[in-house]
């Protein structure tokens, strides 16, 4: 028996997501290779993330040392990408 289909969901970006990610200021092509592993995944497995809230999501993206989280919702049809942070460093 094959393994059921799972369902693609669309990807939205919201400006803040867009306006965030130029900001920092990453070469376009490599940022949009890690964009689109986040896209592949969350788009058809969006519980992959860890929850945050009721509707707010968090994703781990791009190398570890980059420490860049998205944070993202999602509904039946679509991912919506809300913002892109990159990680707080601890102080001790």
Known sequence: MLPEECK???????PQFEQE???LG????????FVEG??????????????????????PIGRPSLGLSLYYT?????????S???ASEEVD
């Open 21 to 23: 990610l130029l900001q």
């Open 38 to 59: 986040a896209e592949w995944v969350l788009s058809r497995y969006p519980d992959a993330g860890t929850k945050l809230a009721k509707k707010v999501w968090f994703l």
């Open 84 to 86: 892109l942070q990159r």
């Open 8 to 14: 693609h969901r669309g990807i939205r970006k919201e």
């Open 74 to 82: 999602f509904d039946e049809d679509y991912v919506y990408f809300l």
């Open 26 to 33: 990453f070469d376009p092509v490599r940022a949009d290779e």
